[in-house]
């Protein structure tokens, strides 16, 4: 079973702008942070933003003024509204959430990866 689903990615052209969202399936019934990850070829993966339950953010600093990570934890959905795109996005991006357990574990999740292209 999937339990973090991501979609919104594409082609687009420099200083174009796409919006990744990432759905969590209702198994995971109370989230704490949620997170977006890049990875280009032959790099390690990096964080790009992370918000917490409280609606406090984090940016990487090539991205920051550029994207804007939100969530709607209703519908246990994180964004990630990217403009001004630059070539150096391209990479594939990944979600992640954790959350607590009832007894106390924390379960970690990894959507499946949505490709981004910036390229003229």
């Known amino acids: 079973q999937v339990q973090l689903v991501e979609s919104g990615g594409g082609l687009v052209q420099p200083g174009g702008s796409l919006r990744l969202s990432c759905a969590a399936s209702?198994?995971?019934?109370?989230?704490?942070?949620m997170r977006w990850y890049r990875q280009a070829p032959g790099k390690e993966r990096e964080l790009v933003a992370g918000?917490?339950?409280?609606?406090?953010?984090n940016y990487a600093g090539s991205v920051k003024g550029r994207f804007t990570i939100s969530r709607d934890n209703a519908k246990n959905t994180v964004y990630l509204q990217m403009n001004s795109l630059k070539p150096e996005d391209t990479a594939v991006y990944y979600c992640?959430?954790?959350?607590?357990?009832?007894?106390?574990?924390?379960?970690?999740?990894w959507g499946q990866g949505t490709q981004v292209i910036v390229s003229s």
């Open positions: 918000i917490t339950s409280g609606g406090s953010t």
């Open positions: 209702r198994v995971i019934f109370s989230i704490n942070v």
């Open positions: 992640y959430a954790d959350s607590n357990t009832y007894t106390g574990r924390l379960n970690i999740y």
